[in-house]
């Protein structure tokens, strides 16, 4: 039994899916405590939502592992806890406690820019108030096709070490992984951002992947769309997912660009290069 003494979750945090062992990544997020970088205990290979997908002997190297045998960690591995842990999606169940926005949302989202009234009637943002989870978190459903399949929430406080929790596989009908967020609001182009927040700065025609990392599924929605500008954080690891996704993208009729910002992020750009990016997306 081969032990690399590395933190993991398997459950409580955002990036937590059953199935799956989170750790750090070692090439992203080196004790971040982000959990950016999942083990699949059936199929047996890491996936990180930042970098994508990484080749097994690489990430053991990195962790620890070069004087060992990666075969004998491999066969040690568990996989008898998995079949319990799977559930297929059936139904979608929110959050207890939502409701109308509340001041201390209406406050965050004016403090970032946002007008708390649009992000209501448009993407559909309520609170959550006095509740015994996730309470005073902002909550963002997730819809494709004009039905809600999943939600996510985002902390309203500067001093959380979750920013957002997201519904788990059995809270959600589709993984919100496999959906782009705002896709029913894209038609001719789309933008395609990170984050939900930064889909807000950019305005309907952004579509979000929620992180770097995307899935087969997203991008055939993406091919659904013509016209398609990737603007993801400015980062090195950031751009080098962005050209990932714009190869696969461009081998499908259309249009695909990869836009990178002065800003770091749609979300921290300024309203007049924000305009400038819907211009040339033509939005």
Known sequence: MIE?????????HKHCRPG?????C?????????YHLGFN??????????????????????????SVSIDEFLRSVDTETVVSRERSRVSLVVPAGIGPLLPKHRRYLLERGFDPDRMESVWGVKGIGIAPRLAWRLYIPIFERNRQVSWTTRATGDKVVQRYISASAQEESKSHKEVIYGADMCHHSVVVVEGPTDAWAVGPGAGATFGTAFSSAQVRRLVDIPNRYICFDSSPEAQQRAEDLASQLSCFPGTTENIQLDAKDPGSASPKELRLLRRVARL
Not at 5 to 11: A, G
Not at 20 to 24: F, M, T, V
Not at 43 to 61: A, D, T
């Open 4 to 12: 690399l003494r590395v933190p993991f979750l398997m459950e409580g």
């Open 20 to 24: 799956w062992s989170q750790i750090d």
């Open 26 to 34: 070692p090439f992203c997020g080196p004790g971040s405590s982000k």
């Open 41 to 66: 205990l059936n199929s047996r290979h890491f996936n990180c939502w930042r970098c994508g997908g990484l080749f097994v002997p690489k990430v053991l190297r990195a962790l620890g592992a070069s």
